[in-house]
């Protein structure tokens, strides 16, 4: 069984920055695919960032430029990199990876999800 843990959310000042970490834990080969949700207050859940199979990462357009996305596989943990962050990305930050567990087999992971606050 896969576990993730989220944390590096907190408060922060327009135009400040913050990383998110995703660290998973259990019998893990790879991580094949991630992505980066959030929800906001009254909002739908939104795709932020995503590394899909085989593919380049890839940004919501109102986060390009500003989120970086990447991984550290000897560690298990990726990580979500906000630069320039505005009051617009208040909301509940969480990590869903694609894993191939050692020995084989694939499982689909969430995380309980971290709040970040911008103040304007």
């Known amino acids: 069984q896969v576990q993730l843990v989220e944390s590096g959310g907190g408060l922060v000042q327009a135009g400040g920055s913050l990383r998110l970490s995703c660290a998973a834990s259990g019998s893990i080969f790879s991580i094949n695919a991630i992505t980066w949700y959030r929800q906001g207050p009254g909002k739908q859940r939104e795709l932020v960032a995503a590394i899909p199979r085989g593919s380049s990462p890839n940004y919501a357009d109102s986060v390009k430029g500003r989120f970086t996305i990447s991984r550290e596989n000897a560690k298990n943990t990726v990580y979500l990199q906000m630069n320039s962050l505005k009051p617009e990305d208040t909301a509940v930050y969480s990590c869903?990876?694609?894993?191939?567990?050692?020995?084989?087999?694939?499982?689909?992971?969430w995380g309980q999800g971290t709040q970040v606050t911008v103040s304007s």
């Open positions: 869903h990876l694609d894993i191939t567990r050692v020995g084989g087999g694939t499982t689909f992971a």
